[in-house]
């Protein structure tokens, strides 16, 4: 069965510094990965995905994300932080034709 | 095009009785799921179903919780009755079949008093 772990409950950056949150997943076989963003009260949206082919991902709002088989790692990143980037944040991993099992989330603060 | 649609957005109940919250997927979405997600933490699965066919409800609990998907396109999830502890975010998701991208709606808000 799969698993997923994201470092850090809670990441504060300042607004301009970079955005690293962490991945770190449980699988048989190489997964497909993605990263979803949700706001307050809202539900989840997809950030970026990876299925096959090209390890570096990159997605909406300037995120980017890279598969890293060997340490079983899709951190997700951005350069340049936002105000509006603070949010809560999900990993999730799956298998073709199996449930997506998501991470407990990291919530990102951007600070002025 | 519409998006996943779930309503109420926010229900209010006391513990015991029960409630319904309603999803209309996107259209053409063959799979629907229902997601639980308590504060602070990721949406775990209740129901996962292919067209009108609940092909995973292993993790949902069946003593007090229903789900349908009459005609394979909207769907209902029921509590009855409401406990303390079912207080948390039902989450309604989409997709198209195999590993595709999945759509989710905003979510009802659930509280038991």
């Known amino acids: 069965a799969q698993s997923v772990t994201q470092l850090g409950s809670h990441v504060s950056v300042s607004e301009g510094a970079l955005v690293l949150l962490r991945c770190n997943y449980s699988?048989?076989?190489?997964?497909?990965l993605f990263w979803y963003v949700q706001y307050p009260n809202q539900g989840l949206q997809l950030l970026l995905k990876?299925?096959?082919?090209?390890?570096l991902v990159k997605g909406i709002n300037g995120f980017e994300a890279e598969f890293k088989k060997s340490e079983t790692s899709f951190h997700l990143t951005k350069p340049s932080a936002h105000m509006s980037d603070a949010a809560e944040y999900f990993c999730?991993?799956?298998?073709?034709?199996?449930?997506?099992?998501f991470g407990p989330g990291t919530r990102l603060s951007v600070l002025p | 095009e519409a998006g996943v649609v779930q309503s109420p957005r926010y229900k209010i109940i006391e513990k015991k009785q029960p409630v319904a919250f309603w999803c209309n997927p996107i259209?053409?979405?063959?799979?629907l799921y229902w997601y639980l997600q308590n504060l602070g933490q990721g949406p775990e699965l209740l129901i996962r179903?292919?067209?009108?066919?609940?092909?995973?409800d292993s993790q949902l609990p069946k003593d007090r919780f229903s789900a349908e998907r009459l005609k394979g396109v909207d769907s209902t999830l029921k509590i009855q009755p409401a406990e303390l502890g079912d207080s948390a975010v039902y989450l309604c998701?989409?997709?198209?079949?195999?590993?595709?991208?999945?759509?989710f709606g905003p979510g009802t808000r659930l509280t038991v008093l």
């Open positions: 998701a989409s997709s198209l079949a195999g590993v595709g991208e999945q759509f």
């Open positions: 699988s048989s076989v190489p997964p497909y």
């Open positions: 990876y299925t096959t082919g090209a390890t």
């Open positions: 999730a991993v799956t298998l073709y034709g199996q449930n997506f099992v």
């Open positions: 259209s053409g979405h063959n799979t």
């Open positions: 179903y292919e067209n009108e066919e609940a092909v995973d």
